[in-house]
């Protein structure tokens, strides 16, 4: 079920890669941001649970391949919006990793009900996050 999760949001974020949805969206980094929200937030108990499996590795030669895509997707927008970002000075995939937890943990604690304002809010907050994410 998590690999297929996985794989249903690497699917997404690959679509968010389309020129037309880039451009209708307002950048690459925003339209994957848009499509991880879309998909954590219209199925947000696989999304927990993608998260929440401490025997699913991440960041290791044992990640399930379509988490691994989705990483991919998610850092090919980052290096979209532009070639240099001040964590490239660790490694990398420092400014990706960046991107991701900040993206997952606006949308958690909006899963959670943790933000003010609600969804609503929380979706606007997600258009500022994309912003100061970009190089």
Request: proline share 6%.
């Amino acid at each position: 079920m998590v690999e297929q999760g996985f794989a249903d949001l690497a699917a997404d974020l690959g679509r968010a890669q389309c020129p037309d949805v880039r451009r209708s969206a307002g950048g690459a980094l925003r339209a994957v941001a848009q499509a991880y929200w879309e998909f954590a937030t219209g199925r947000p108990h696989l999304y927990r649970l993608m998260g929440s499996l401490p025997d699913v590795p991440f960041g290791t030669p044992a990640t399930p391949a379509s988490a691994r895509e989705c990483f991919r997707l998610l850092k090919a927008a980052m290096y979209a919006e532009g070639p240099d970002h001040p964590a490239d000075a660790y490694d990398e995939d420092a400014a990706t990793d960046l991107f991701w937890a900040h993206l997952h943990g606006l949308v958690t604690l909006t899963l959670d009900g943790r933000i003010k304002g609600g969804h609503a809010r929380a979706h606007d907050l997600l258009h500022q996050l994309v912003d100061i994410n970009r190089r």
